[in-house]
């Protein structure tokens, strides 16, 4: 999957997903473990970029594939 937008200032789970590459269901998991922070744009939750770049920087891998 490409992204939509590169220079997207916020991802949605699939966008997450194909980034790490995983499933966008462990992405979800994360979310609702509350490791990944969200925004919420009306009814759609999206990951903001710089946070999930950090996220992944500071063992974000490790986390999502255990």
């Not at 509350?34 to 925004?39: A, D, F, H, N, S």
Request: aromatic share 6%; glycine share 6%.
């Amino acid at each position: 999957m490409t992204l939509t937008h590169p220079q997207a200032r916020a991802l949605t789970y699939k966008e997450a997903a194909a980034l790490v590459p995983c499933d966008y269901r462990t992405i979800s998991a994360a979310v609702k473990a509350g490791r990944i922070p969200t925004i919420q744009l009306g009814a759609r939750k999206l990951i903001p970029r710089v946070a999930f770049e950090k996220y992944l920087e500071t063992g974000g891998v490790e986390d999502i594939a255990s």
